[in-house]
C-alpha cells in the first residue's frame, strides 16, 4: 500500500531516519499526517480526499475532537494512530491505531498495512482518551509511587516484587525515574482531567518532578 507522508511539525514519535518517513511516495493511496498540527491538517485534506485512509498522530487525546462525533455513528476514512513511547526513552515499536464506530474495514486494513510494512506492530482501539496501554499502565505506577510514599516498602523491594512475583523485566519505580516523572506527570494529568477517574491523578512523587521540572512550587513561586 504506498502512502504519502504530511509533516507539520516535528513528530513526537518518529525520527527523520525511521522506515515510516523514508518510505513515503508523492501521490499515495494513505497519507499519514504528522507533528502537532496533524489533527487540523487532516481535516482540511480529508473532505476531498480519495484516498483510502487519513491517519492522524494524536498525544492522549481523541480522535473525535478533530472528527467530531454524533451519535456514535461517527467515522470516515480518517484514523487515529499513535506510537507508544514511556516517557523520555525511546518510542517503542506499538501503534495504537485508533477508529470510531463507523470507521470503514477498509481504511483500517489500509493503515495497518502502511504502519506494519515500516516494521510497527499494530494495535486497534476504541476512540478513547489515552487508548490502550496509558489507560492500563498510568493508575499502575500511581499505585506503586503511593505505595513508596506510604513506605510499604523501599524503591528496590517493591521493584523487585514486581519483578520476580509478575516477571517484569523492570520494577515501575525504576522504570519511571528512567522514563521521567514528569512524563509521567503530564500524561497522567491528562487522563485524570479528562476522565475524572481517580486512578490517574498523579501521585504526590510525579507531581513534586513536575514542579521541579516547570521550576515553580505550588503557589507557583519561582
Given at each position: 500500500m504506498?502512502?504519502?507522508i504530511?509533516?507539520t511539525?516535528?513528530?513526537?514519535a ?27 491538517a487532516a481535516m ?8 483510502v ?40 515499536n ?17 493503515a495497518?498495512s ?54 517484569y ?12 516523572l ?29 514542579r ?11
Amino acid at each position: 500500500m504506498s502512502y504519502t507522508i504530511l509533516s507539520t511539525g516535528p513528530s513526537a514519535a518518529f525520527a527523520a531516519d525511521h522506515p515510516l518517513l523514508t518510505g513515503g511516495v508523492a501521490q499515495g493511496e494513505v497519507v499519514v499526517v504528522l507533528g502537532p498540527g496533524a489533527g487540523a491538517a487532516a481535516m482540511a485534506l480529508a473532505p476531498a480526499s480519495d484516498r483510502v485512509a487519513v491517519l492522524v498522530e494524536l498525544g492522549t487525546e481523541c480522535l473525535g475532537e478533530y472528527t467530531g462525533e454524533s451519535r456514535g455513528q461517527e467515522g470516515s476514512c480518517v484514523v487515529g494512530f499513535s506510537r507508544f513511547r514511556l516517557g523520555d526513552l525511546p518510542p517503542s515499536n506499538l501503534v495504537e491505531l485508533v477508529r470510531q464506530p463507523a470507521t470503514p474495514d477498509a481504511a483500517i486494513e489500509a493503515a495497518r498495512s502502511v504502519l506494519e510494512s515500516a516494521g510497527l506492530e499494530v494495535a486497534v482501539c476504541g476512540d478513547f482518551v489515552g487508548r490502550i496501554v496509558d489507560r492500563l499502565v498510568r493508575p499502575y505506577y500511581n499505585a506503586a509511587l503511593r505505595r513508596l510514599d506510604e513506605g510499604l516498602a523501599t524503591a528496590d523491594d517493591l521493584d523487585t516484587t514486581l519483578r520476580l512475583g509478575l516477571g517484569y523485566p523492570q520494577g515501575p519505580i525504576k522504570l519511571l525515574e528512567d522514563s521521567g516523572l514528569a512524563a509521567h506527570w503530564q500524561v497522567s494529568q491528562a487522563l485524570f482531567e479528562q476522565t475524572g477517574d481517580t486512578g490517574y491523578a498523579p501521585a504526590r512523587r510525579a507531581t513534586v518532578a513536575h514542579r521541579r521540572q516547570a521550576g515553580t512550587t505550588k503557589d507557583g513561586r519561582a
